[in-house]
Every structure is written in C-alpha cells, then in structure tokens.
C-alpha cells in the first residue's frame, strides 16, 4: 500500500476512533478499521477480534478523552514499508495551565491486510502517563 490518500485515511481513522463516544458508532469505526481477527499488543495485552477492541477502545474512550481531560493527537509523521504503517500517537491535556501538552505518546505500527484494515496494531509507549 502505498497511496498517500489511503494512509493518510487509516492513520487519521486509528486516531479518531479513540474520540469516538456512541458505542454504535464505536462499533462501526472498529470493524472499519480493524480486520475482523485483528489484533492489538499494548503494554503486554493483546486484544483480539472485534468485540475485545471495541472493550478496548471504549474503557480507554472513557479514561482519557470522554471526560476532557485529553485530546488523541499525531500521525502526521506516518511512513510506509509494503503493508506496514508507522506514525506517532499522542494524548495532550485538553484543560487547564498544561493545555495543549503531551501527557502520553507512544509508536504505532499496523501491518495491514489486502483491503487496508488493520491486521495487527503495535502500540510501544514512549512516554509514558504520569500516574
């Protein structure tokens, strides 16, 4: 895959799905996006299938951009090799004196499959939230 569009397309997707409120909706935005065995590896987790990463993206939804507290940011760095796509994701603080900081920032890599969903979703965190 190598249609900027495209990429361009999946990258602003993996990163709106987050923002995304209605559990409807949610639903739709993952199965969009993910393939339907697809599979995501955080922080020694793995989601796999549809119905764990609509779980996995509604509980981080709802910690971190439902509330305000954080807006999900980034992937205007993506590059492409063959059927993989690298880009850089963020969490800035929506509120107060910090407004606009990076709290959390992390690589993402997708390996995806022949109709451009994603079949496996690495997320390596290289800042890590302040507890």
Known sequence: MTNTTEITQIVDRYIAVWGVTD?????????ELWAEHGIEYI????YIGHAALVERVAEANEAFVANRAFTAAGGDDAV??????AFTVRLDRAQGQDAGETAWSA????VLDERGRVRE??????KPLAV
Do not use: S
């Not at 922080?43 to 793995?46: A, N, S, V």
């Not at 690589?107 to 997708?110: A, G, Q, S």
């Not at 979703?121 to 290289?126: I, R, S």
């Open 121 to 126: 979703d690495y997320q390596l965190t290289v």
């Open 43 to 46: 922080e020694g987790k793995q």
């Open 23 to 31: 559990p409807a909706e949610r639903t739709k935005a993952v199965a």
């Open 80 to 85: 492409v090799h063959g059927d993989m796509v």
């Open 107 to 110: 690589r993402v890599f997708l």
